[in-house]
């Protein structure tokens, strides 16, 4: 599966941004999608998941400020961020997995180019 993100962008502390993430191939629905982001130096930190059933896991960094959902009948993947804060900012990347941990980057097989969110203070 190939995945193109897209939807960052700069925005304001206290802003609200929704990333996309559009995958090809015709197994969407049976992958667990995941979000992770990383700054320079630091290495890829897990945001959200959600299984192919549905059930959906947050980093505490943004748990009751996000909402991941997906659309399978368009491949699609999101994540909705509010309350954004300058320590959001980051390379958003979004990724696809069947196997594994949630939270573990390396238990996903298949990422997207990555998408920049820049919030300023």
């Known amino acids: 599966v190939q995945l193109q993100a897209c939807g960052g962008g700069l925005v304001q502390a206290g802003g609200s941004l929704r990333l996309s993430c559009a995958a090809s191939?015709?197994?969407?629905?049976?992958?667990?999608m995941g979000w992770f982001r990383q700054t320079p130096g630091k290495e890829r930190e897990f945001v959200a998941a959600?299984?192919?059933?549905?059930?959906?896991y947050y980093a505490d960094s943004v748990k009751g400020r996000s909402n991941i959902s997906r659309e399978n009948a368009k491949n699609t993947v999101y994540l909705q961020m509010h309350s954004l804060k300058p320590e959001d900012t980051a390379v958003y990347y979004c990724?696809?997995?069947?196997?594994?941990?949630?939270?573990?980057?390396?238990?996903?097989?298949?990422w997207g180019q990555g998408t920049e969110v820049t919030v300023s203070s």
């Open positions: 990724a696809a997995g069947t196997t594994g941990w949630v939270a573990v980057a390396g238990d996903y097989n298949h």
């Open positions: 191939g015709r197994t969407f629905s049976n992958y667990r």
């Open positions: 959600i299984r192919s059933g549905g059930a959906t």
